[in-house]
């Protein structure tokens, strides 16, 4: 079953890979009333199509277009024509306005009172939260006609205490989380042309999990992040920290040893560092990293930590008592293989490259792209945790669902890249997105930024040049 967000994911992705949502719309309308001529009585009688605002209204636009031959159709608008939201609605309204009859829904009961069938197009998977008037009162007199009712994609309200009861559904691509026969009736899968690559790749309508923030909010309230790394190495911390701060985090800080602290708090004043006691991580600078775990919503650890045998005991006695999700990115990986116990209670990503996976899992990584995605989401699913396999085309998995990426390029070698990914992920993991869609967005966004940089820059591209274009894609694909 298809989740709502999932349905947009699509739809975008699709027309990212060529595919147009009006082009969608057409084949969805044109299949709902071949569906609806195959199964009801309705040649030369009288069918009523209730539109709503926005692009289930406008399917139901496409359905009366193909109908209005065949039957005698007569649109419902829900709202006055000058509502209609959807730009994609609004040009197929055009198409039908002067040779279908269109009516507004005052007294919808008698209008719908002798049709013999009714088609619901007016919310879809648009709806949030309960169902409100004037839909309350629309739904009522559709469920309480005694015409056949078909919905198209979803009954509007599915999920609320107040839904469409059709006799059936033509739902599109796949059936919809929360459908069955007993809130949809029969359910007809259409395929309305969404390339298969929409639903197996990664593109710009990952986006549709960024929270937007809210014109209200205050410093702080849209993700605060602690990355802990350095010692042996000082850029590594500094390349995830600056990446967070382009994927929109409020505030990052950044607990580093004595020996890299004034480095890293001289490479941008937006960090907010924490001086560690030793040279390198230790178990002495738990006490202190308690203290600002409980001020954050998400930690990064691992990002130029170095080898140290007691840098590696403590990554995982801090491992242990975080109770925030985690990246487990770079030096943190390897103490983590053998300690893969203190993951079973947590939640996050783990950022392996091939080698890397291995040592995790004790498994090489398969040549083949499709034994490698089963291996990863084995290993996942085996582990607990969502998996971001990087690698030329990068593996996410939480061990049931997978999305593969193939933003990037063969410059992205460069050193840096790693820790940049890992800071798009922890700013998603900060503002509260799940760890898989957490991955997702960071593996799109760090490939694409890449590969604008690579456009530029060609083989001679940095990392700090790919974090200098996160904010481009974002303002690209964040609607």
Known sequence: MLPFKEVKVLDINASYLGVPTIQLMENAGKGTSEVALEKFDIKGKKVVIICGPGNNGGDGFVVARYLQEKCKVQVVLVKPKEKIRSEIAKANFQKIKDSVEIFDASNLEEKIEDAELVIDAMLGIGISGEVKEPYLSYIKAINTS???????????????????????????????????KDNSGEMVVVDIGIPKE??????????????????????????????????????????????????????????????????IASYSPNFIVHKLNGDVLINDDLTILRNWVDKVEAVIIGPGLGENKKTSEAIIDFIKFCQKPLVIDADAIKPVASNLEVLKKHTGVITPHAGEFKILSGEKIQPDLEKRTEQVRAFAQKIGFTILQKGNIDIISD??????????????TVGGTGDVLAGLAGAMLSKGVSPFNSARIAAFTNGMAGDLTFRDLGYSLMSTDIIDRIPTIIKWFLK
């Open 399 to 412: 061990g049931e669902k997978i999305k593969l990426n193939r933003t990037g390029n063969p410059a992205m």
């Open 146 to 180: 005694k015409a056949k009712v078909l919905s198209i994609d979803v009954p509007s309200g599915l999920g609320t205490e107040n839904a469409v009861n059709p006799n059936m559904t033509v739902t599109f691509h796949d059936i919809k989380e929360g459908m069955s």
């Open 198 to 263: 929409a639903e197996k790749f990664l593109g710009p309508g990952e986006f549709v999990f960024y929270p937007i923030p809210n014109v209200d909010s205050h410093k702080g309230e849209n993700g605060r992040l602690l990355i802990i790394g350095g010692g042996p190495y000082t850029g590594a911390p500094a390349l995830a920290g600056l990446a967070a701060y382009r994927m929109g985090v409020d505030l990052v800080h950044i607990a580093t040893p004595a020996k890299t602290y004034q480095v």
